[in-house]
């Protein structure tokens, strides 16, 4: 009879690190398997479902693909900010201002031809969500305010706002009394990519992705923050401007998150409705995590993420299995997937009793 | 499991081919299939709750076979579930909420096989038609027994969206409850939530920290109600019998009662007679109606509801009759006047004696 010891790991796990992933994702479809078997549903045929749904024919993998785009460009924002250990629970907000600001440049100037437009929603919706991600970043610095608490507030004065708009002075007069600003001109909306379904904020995320990739990597900048996100006394001694780039990552963080509001208003729902929030800025900081802040993994985190969220719905429609388990899945994957993290850091030995 | 379903399409793929001179005979079908969207879980004793009871009841008619996906938003994630179902060769897809209006017509255009149905908005295409029922007929009844039973007159009113739906359906509920009680108020709180137990709640609480003492409610979930019998209060349901949730308090819901109507058009679309038309049925096709009234109510009033509905039912009272003035004391439908179906579609102000803002 031995005893377990908890060892820190000397060495990095590297390329094994993925088998945790895969075995962690493993253990999770297995709970998920035996809740279906509980509910009797077969198991197995229900997992088949779910990946067809998700993954199973081209037009599965495009819904993915569009559903992906504003769980990337939230969650990617959202990373460059944990980066510098800030923690912007804000996304959600600054994803509503982002399509408040897109939608007033195409409200106000729906005549402009769309390379003009297009282009200034795009400015606006940056302007508007770094603008929300800017308040509390000057909150943190001039006041010590606590930024989780500040951009949590701040989602609601958000949602309200847009609420406030849609249900008010941008209220369709054609649409009954219903809240929704009237459609968007042609050139106010993302196009599509060829004879797919498939948007331009598809690369756009891949461009945002490449940047950020970049910027963290190559550049000194990027360099400092990654520092000061180690260890901001250390950073501070070693005089690096820890406020500038407190601003800097609150506005780009709130920036994207506002971009992901400027595709989702454009391109998928051509005009401003309450139902633009669904929760995209919350399921961002889980992505983030999931992905550890990596912009590769967050792109396929948010895309297996999407791709859970469209299989469930096959398995609503051919099990009839309630929606509720979706989440139930959700939260178990990113329980095993964090939890696995133990142990990539660390290693179970078993000691022999002396 | 699979390979069943693979023998099954490929029967179906078999039974699809059909002559071509056949097919222009008849649109008859034999086996259909039809797909619900719902915006919030069937459980939840309300709004979906009330649509999947009639599914079941439909379900149970020869040749159709019926699924639904619960708990979708109202925005793009709405339009892949319905892009999904007339994908999957549904042959009629019910569209049970006010924002898939806009992603239905969408997709309806992309699938003009596909016969589509939409619920309470106001567009149509040559293969989607709309329905809703005038819920404010009920309302009205259901406002009788609270304006009857209140003592401080003051009626609380947990809504969900300021949107001429829940507008209409409040203005009915005052208009009943003054029609009994002259003094009696109507207090709108607005929670825009269609289903959160707990916000509803909450609000149900403010309502009845001013003064209501009996608590209606336009939302999915029975939180106003739960509310109401904690504090010894009354409450009037919505959406079905909600008195399982709050036994003491409840007094009488507005109910849906979907089925005739599902029947209706599946039967239309099975004999290939369906045809794009926009369906506002009310109490007389019992697609709405009102629960059992509670003992707790006094017989005469009982009695008084119960003439009313069958005046509405005999189209020998109008709820929405002149002369009616909004909260600013303006007439806005004149003596002897009724309002018409459009106005009652976009109505956007409150009548006298609602306080509470329509923003």
């Known amino acids: 009879m031995g005893k377990i010891r908890v060892m820190k790991r000397q060495e990095p796990l590297g390329w094994r690190s993925c088998l945790v992933v895969l075995g962690a994702a493993g253990v999770s479809l297995v709970l998920s398997g035996i809740l279906l078997g509980l509910q009797d549903r077969p198991p197995l045929t229900a997992m088949v479902i779910l990946f067809q749904g998700a993954f199973g024919s081209a037009w599965a993998i495009e819904d993915c693909l569009i559903k992906a785009v504003p769980i990337y460009l939230c969650s990617l924002g959202v990373a460059v900010a944990f980066r510098l250990q800030i923690w912007n629970i804000g996304?959600?907000?600054?994803?509503a201002l982002g399509a408040v600001g897109a939608t007033a440049a195409a409200l106000y100037f729906p005549d402009l031809s769309w390379f003009l437009l297009l282009p200034g929603m795009a400015l606006a919706a940056f302007l508007a969500g770094g603008?929300?991600?800017l308040i509390p970043a000057l909150l943190k610095i001039h006041m010590r305010a606590n930024e989780i608490i500040v951009t949590l507030m701040m989602n609601y004065i958000a949602i309200l706002f847009l609420d406030y708009l849609v249900y008010g002075v941008w209220k369709d007069p054609a649409s009954f009394g219903f809240p929704m600003t009237p459609t968007f001109s042609e050139s106010a909306i993302v196009g599509r990519i060829g004879d797919t379904n498939l948007n331009w904020g598809l690369a756009l995320c891949a461009v945002c992705g490449l940047l950020v990739w970049v910027f963290f990597r190559y550049t000194l900048l990027g360099y400092e923050l990654k520092a000061s996100g180690e260890n901001v006394r250390a950073a501070r001694y070693a005089r690096l401007p820890y406020e500038r780039l407190v601003i800097l990552v609150m506005v780009l963080s709130g920036a994207l998150a506002g971009w992901a509001g400027f595709i989702e208003a454009s391109a998928t729902l051509n005009r401003l409705q309450p139902s633009i929030m669904v929760g995209y800025g919350y399921t961002a900081i889980v992505v983030a995590w999931l992905a550890r802040l990596n912009p590769l993994y967050i792109g396929l985190a948010s895309f297996l993420l999407a791709g859970l969220r469209v299989g469930v719905e096959n398995l609503q429609l051919e099990l009839q299995v309630p929606a509720a388990f979706g989440q139930i899945m959700e939260g178990l994957i990113?329980?095993?997937?964090?939890a696995g993290g133990f142990f990539t850091e660390y290693r179970l030995r078993l000691r022999p009793r002396p | 499991m699979i390979m069943k379903r693979i023998v099954l399409l490929a029967l179906a793929m078999v039974l699809a081919w059909q002559p071509a001179a056949?097919?222009?005979?008849?649109?008859?079908?034999?086996?259909?299939?039809?797909?619900?969207?719902?915006?919030s879980p069937v459980g939840d004793a309300g709004w979906s709750y009330a649509h999947n009871e009639a599914r079941k009841a439909i379900e149970a008619m020869e040749g159709v076979e019926t699924s639904f996906v619960e708990s979708v938003p109202e925005g793009p994630d709405s339009e892949r579930v319905m892009l999904n179902m007339a994908r999957k060769d549904f042959d009629l897809i019910f569209a049970t909420s006010f924002g898939y209006m806009d992603p239905m017509l969408k997709v309806a255009k992309r699938f003009?096989?596909?016969?589509f149905m939409h619920c309470s908005g106001f567009k149509t295409a040559p293969n989607m038609g709309n329905y809703f029922g005038r819920m404010y007929q009920a309302r009205y009844l259901s406002g009788m027994v609270a304006g009857a039973m209140t003592r401080t007159d003051t009626l609380g009113y947990v809504a969900a969206f300021p949107i001429p739906e829940v507008i209409r359906g409040i203005n009915a509920f005052a208009l009943g409850a003054q029609s009994v009680n002259p003094e009696a108020k109507?207090?709108?709180?607005w929670t825009k939530t269609w289903y959160d137990p707990a916000t509803e709640k909450e609000a149900a609480k403010s309502l009845l920290d001013v003064g209501a003492d009996v608590i209606a409610q336009h939302q999915d979930s029975p939180g106003p109600q739960e509310a109401a019998q904690q504090r010894g209060v009354y409450s009037i349901g919505y959406n079905t019998d909600m008195s399982q949730f709050a036994p003491?308090?409840?007094l009488v819901a507005p109910v849906w009662n979907w089925t005739p109507f599902y029947k209706e058009i599946v039967r239309q679309v099975k004999a290939g007679s369906w045809e794009s038309k926009s369906y506002w049925w009310g109490l007389e096709?019992?697609?709405?109606?009102?629960?059992?009234?509670?003992?707790k109510v006094p017989a005469d009033v009982r009695k008084k509801v119960l003439d009313k509905k069958a005046d509405i039912i005999a189209d020998t009272f109008t709820v929405f009759t002149g002369p009616i003035k909004d909260q600013q004391g303006k007439v806005r439908i004149p003596e002897g006047k009724s309002a018409a179906d459009a106005e009652l579609l976009g109505m956007d102000w409150f009548v006298e004696g609602v306080i509470g803002t329509t923003k």
């Open chain 1, 334 to 338: 990113l329980l095993t997937v964090l």
């Open chain 1, 131 to 133: 603008f929300w991600g």
């Open chain 2, 112 to 115: 003009p096989d596909t016969v």
């Open chain 2, 285 to 295: 096709k019992e697609i709405v109606d009102i629960s059992p009234i509670s003992d």
């Open chain 2, 186 to 189: 109507v207090r709108v709180v």
């Open chain 1, 91 to 95: 996304a959600e907000g600054q994803f």
């Open chain 2, 22 to 39: 056949a097919e222009e005979k008849s649109n008859e079908k034999k086996n259909i299939k039809i797909g619900f969207i719902y915006v």
């Open chain 2, 248 to 250: 003491e308090a409840h």
